[in-house]
């Protein structure tokens, strides 16, 4: 009756039986009985610190309240209001200031989770993250700074999509029924998913460093024909790492685990290498060790991402034996 009570249900409302992979069932109330107009809020006090106050509006935004509602009982000043607002805009998908007053500014999510599918985010995080790969990689070849500097805006294109699946997985972590209806068939991939999707996140962040450092470098070209070889070794291993998941492919896995190995010793190699050579390079030695050793976290981080492709697989491979095995006890 506790369960009943606290979900608002009355008589002659339908309730939803959901069968687990593991044969359990699941008990919920039918959503569609819910209000529209009723959504998930949350009031939040802002302190002094304008980052603080958008590191606890993001955490809303991620545990999945709807309308967030940020007040200030002392006012906000027009440059906390301007960081607030542009923040949201800039990095969180489906947000939007719906009201402001003097002391309160209230946000609402406008996505509906069911409008994006969980893959269609991974695949356009991804998406953009390659691209971004691409361009470095020429940025780096024609000491292009203003592609560079295009590709570091880009970022924020990626924070979007990672805090995005973030709240997906989340989402369906709470929500079975939901995490079928977003592309997620069973929850006990949501761990592997929730670290995927941070290591590509970082994988964006050390494209966004080697642009920074094509910036430095102020139109200066060099021969940089090794680290550029490096350079499409890591990206072709990121790609090779997304497709893995895409099909949980296992021998794609390891065949990126395999080569990231290589990459890792070629980035070793060109440092040593080029501590004794005579070539000029466009990148200081400290600039030129930053770039090699970003591309190789990237092959680490693409390494990464196959070894919870085969951890997943081993797991979707025990439930099937187990259900295969129940199935048999029960004929």
């Known amino acids: ?17 959901t069968v687990r992979p593991d044969r359990s069932l699941l008990i919920s109330s039918d959503q569609s009985n819910v209000k529209k107009n009723v959504r998930l809020k949350v009031d939040m006090i802002a302190s002094e610190d304008q980052e603080e106050n ?19 009982p ?3 000043s027009a440059a906390e209001r301007k960081y607030l607002k542009e923040s949201a805009r800039r990095r969180l998908i489906g947000i939007e200031i719906v009201e402001e007053t003097r002391t309160e500014i209230i946000l609402q999510n406008l996505l509906n989770f069911q409008d994006i599918s969980f893959e269609k985010s991974l695949q356009s995080m991804y998406r953009i993250i390659f691209s971004m790969m691409e361009d470095s990689i020429v940025a780096l070849r024609e000491a292009d700074v203003e592609l560079a500097k295009d590709i570091i805006h880009r970022d924020n294109d990626v924070d979007k999509f990672y805090l995005l699946s973030v709240r997906q997985i989340k989402a369906a972590l709470d929500d079975s029924t939901l995490a079928g209806k977003i592309g997620i068939k069973d929850t006990k991939d949501c761990l592997g998913y929730r670290l995927i999707v941070k290591l590509m996140e970082r994988i964006g962040d050390h494209v966004q460093g080697i642009s920074q450092s094509v910036i430095q470098m102020d139109g200066e070209k060099g021969d940089n024909d090794d680290i550029i070889e490096m350079g499409l070794l890591s990206q072709k291993l990121f790609q090779d ?4 998941i895409m099909s949980i492919d296992t021998d794609l ?8 190995k290589i990459s890792i010793a070629l980035g070793n190699k060109i440092i040593q290498k080029s501590e004794h050579s005579e070539k000029t390079y466009c990148l200081s030695g400290e600039r030129q060790r930053k770039i090699i050793e970003s591309f190789q976290r990237i092959s680490e981080y693409s390494a990464d991402i ?11 491979i025990k439930q099937t034996l187990s259900e295969e095995a129940q199935a048999l006890e029960q004929a």
Request: charged share 20%; aromatic share 10%.
């Open 74 to 76: 002392r006012g906000f």
């Open 253 to 260: 896995a390891n065949h990126v685990m395999r080569t990231s």
């Open 54 to 72: 958008f590191r606890l509006l993001v955490a809303n935004y991620l545990v999945g309240y709807d309308i967030i509602r940020i007040l200030s």
């Open 306 to 316: 196959a070894e919870m492709v085969i951890n997943m697989k081993a797991t979707h």
């Open 241 to 244: 790492s997304f497709n893995s």
């Open 1 to 17: 009756m506790e369960w009943v009570r606290e979900g608002g249900l009355t008589a002659g409302d339908t309730v939803l039986l």
